[in-house]
């Protein structure tokens, strides 16, 4: 009975001291862009660290930067020390993320991550996606844009275009430029303010998006002008636009003043490699040259610089 006795004792004392750090996590609400989930840690994690991402930024990362995923986690994991609840926002509908959690004990030392798969849900519908505009606020340099998708929108793009922009390349290459550019669509209400904008110059806020079925729908455009500056003149700048970025060295320059302008290319250490004429508002480039990053410098025929870009050749 003593030998009984006693094996019991070791083996409950031997189940204590072998037990490691770890966090039961239950998912606890889960939205189109959000999600919510529960930790609880138990009495051997002194503290842990969480992070959410989809598998493939995980693949992505992990041979990036040469690191196991435990690695990443420690990085960058929110730290956390006791039971909690925490939201994720701004995810991607319809996609699963892997919301892990790496426990440490209290000598500082990670135990293996425990993790589990949550999907985002869908959005949009069958019928026409259509994404409202509201522009209010406007001042000489400013205007605060409301872009608000319907409930058949799965994702959207928005943006600004100066009026003789749109009347040079068209709405066509306007919505290729801004689906290129966004690194992400817009998923919910996208409300901003602008900023930057030329003092009595006509704007076209534009949007469009896709339903759930991947159908896009109609582009909305709404016009406005932006005030002209108190007893003084207008001056007349022009952005530009660079398109596809990155590329493979051929690419298209877009402004409304380049008529006799030129496009300088330039390598990151200031040396210059190409300088080329321009002759229309949109030009086709061929910089025949090997991948990298460059900087393009681009002046009007009054040698006035219109503005600055890098461009990445792939």
Not at 19 to 32: D, H, K
Not at 148 to 165: A, C, I, K, M, W
Request: negative net charge; proline residues 4%.
């Amino acid at each position: 009975m003593k030998k009984i006795i006693l094996s019991l004792v070791l083996c409950a004392s031997a189940a204590i001291i072998f037990a490691q750090p770890s966090v039961t996590l239950t998912s606890v609400n889960v939205t189109e862009t959000s999600f919510e989930i529960s930790f609880e840690p138990n009495e051997q994690c002194a503290y842990y660290k969480v992070l959410a991402m989809t598998y493939a930024e995980i693949e992505q990362w992990t041979q990036m930067m040469q690191v196991p995923v435990e690695e990443l986690i420690s990085q960058w994991g929110e730290r956390l020390t006791t039971s909690d609840t925490f939201e994720w926002t701004d995810m991607v509908p319809a996609t699963t993320y892997k919301v892990m959690a790496l426990p440490y004990g209290t000598d500082s030392v990670a135990a293996p991550y425990n993790y589990i798969d949550v999907t985002t849900l869908s959005l949009g519908g069958s019928d026409t996606s259509v994404i409202a505009i509201e522009v209010s606020q406007i001042t000489e340099s400013s205007a605060y844009v409301v872009c608000t998708p319907n409930d058949q929108t799965s994702l959207f793009y928005d943006g600004l275009v100066t009026d003789s922009l749109l009347d040079a390349i068209g709405i066509d290459s306007v919505c290729t430029i801004l689906r290129e550019n966004l690194l992400t669509p817009f998923y919910s209400t996208d409300a901003w303010l602008w900023q930057g904008l030329i003092p009595a110059t006509d704007y076209h806020a534009i949007a469009f998006g896709q339903n759930g079925d991947s159908i896009w729908g109609d582009t909305t455009i709404v016009s406005f002008a932006t005030l002209a500056p108190s007893g003084i003149a207008a001056v007349s700048t022009s952005p530009i636009v660079v398109y596809p970025m990155p590329n493979n060295g051929t690419f298209t320059l877009v402004s409304d003043d380049l008529q006799g302008g030129t496009a300088l290319i330039f390598s990151t250490t200031g040396q210059l490699l190409r300088s080329l004429s321009l002759n229309n508002r949109s030009n086709h480039i061929e910089t025949n040259l090997p991948s990298g990053s460059y900087v393009l410098k681009v002046t009007n025929h009054r040698g006035v610089e219109l503005g600055s870009r890098v461009i990445v050749i792939q």
